[in-house]
T-cell receptor
C-alpha cells in the first residue's frame, strides 16, 4: 500500500517569512496529492491539490510543487501570517483506488507575530 | 460546515464497553469514510463506503465495525473499547459525481477517551 512521509513535524517561522513542508510517497501509481489544513480544534479542510499531470499549482500565497520522478511534493506558503498557524497534512491517492487518501503525519506550523 | 455532523462530540467510556459513533451528512454525497487521528500519525482510514451496500476495510479496521444505514448515515462501532482506541475520530464524505470528486469534507470530530 501507499506510504506518505511528511517533514518537518513542527515548523516555526516569523510572520512574513516563507514556510515549506515536504512529503514523499511510495506508490508510483499515485496521481492526486491534496493538502489539508487543520486549525486548532477544527476539522481538516482542503486548501490546495495537484494532479500528476501538473508540476506546480498556485493559489494566492500558497503553492504546491510535484516531482513525480523523485516521488515528492511540497507545500509553499509565502508571506506567512498568524492565521496560517495550523497543522497541515499532505495526502496521496490514485484514481483506481476510489478517492482513498493516505495521509502524512502532519506538520504543526507556528507563525510568530 | 454543518453539512457533515457527528455525534457525540465527546465521549468518555470504560474498557470493554460498546460504543457507537454516528455520522450524518446533508451533502448528498455517495462516499463516506471514518478516520482516526493520533498525534504524529496523521489521519488513518478505518473503514469506507462507496454506497449503501458497499463497506470496505481501511488501514486500521481491527477492533472496529461500521454500518451504512442510509446514504446519509454512516456509523462506527467499537464492540469492546480498549485504551489504545483513545483518539479523535473524523467522518468524511466525497462524491464522485461532482467537479471536485476527490475532495473530502470532514465532520467536526468525536473525541473518544477509553479509560
Amino acid at each position: 500500500g501507499e506510504n506518505v512521509e511528511q517533514h518537518p513535524s513542527t515548523l516555526s517561522v516569523q510572520e512574513g517569512d516563507s514556510a515549506v513542508i515536504k512529503c514523499t510517497y511510495s506508490d508510483s501509481a499515485s496521481n492526486y496529492f491534496p493538502w489539508y489544513k487543520q486549525e486548532l480544534g477544527k476539522r481538516p479542510q482542503l486548501i490546495i491539490d495537484i494532479r500528476s499531470n501538473v508540476g506546480e499549482k498556485k493559489d494566492q500565497r500558497i503553492a504546491v510543487t510535484l516531482n513525480k520522478t523523485a516521488k515528492h511534493f511540497s507545500l509553499h506558503i509565502t508571506e506567512t501570517q498568524p492565521e496560517d498557524s495550523a497543522v497541515y497534512f499532505c495526502a496521496a491517492s490514485r484514481n483506481n483506488a476510489g478517492n482513498m487518501l493516505t495521509f502524512g503525519g502532519g506538520t504543526r506550523l507556528m507563525v510568530k507575530p | 460546515d454543518a453539512d457533515v455532523t457527528q455525534t457525540p462530540r465527546n465521549r468518555i467510556t470504560k474498557t470493554g464497553k460498546r460504543i457507537m459513533l454516528e455520522c450524518s451528512q446533508t451533502k448528498g454525497h455517495d462516499r463516506m469514510y471514518w478516520y482516526r487521528q493520533d498525534p504524529g500519525l496523521g489521519l488513518r482510514l478505518i473503514y469506507y463506503s462507496f454506497d449503501v451496500k458497499d463497506i470496505n476495510k481501511g488501514e486500521i479496521s481491527d477492533g472496529y465495525s461500521v454500518s451504512r444505514q442510509a446514504q446519509a448515515k454512516f456509523s462506527l462501532s467499537l464492540e469492546s473499547a480498549i485504551p489504545n482506541q483513545t483518539a479523535l475520530y473524523f467522518c468524511a464524505t466525497s462524491d464522485l459525481g461532482t467537479p471536485r470528486a476527490n475532495e473530502q469534507f470532514f465532520g467536526p470530530g468525536t473525541r473518544l477517551t477509553v479509560l
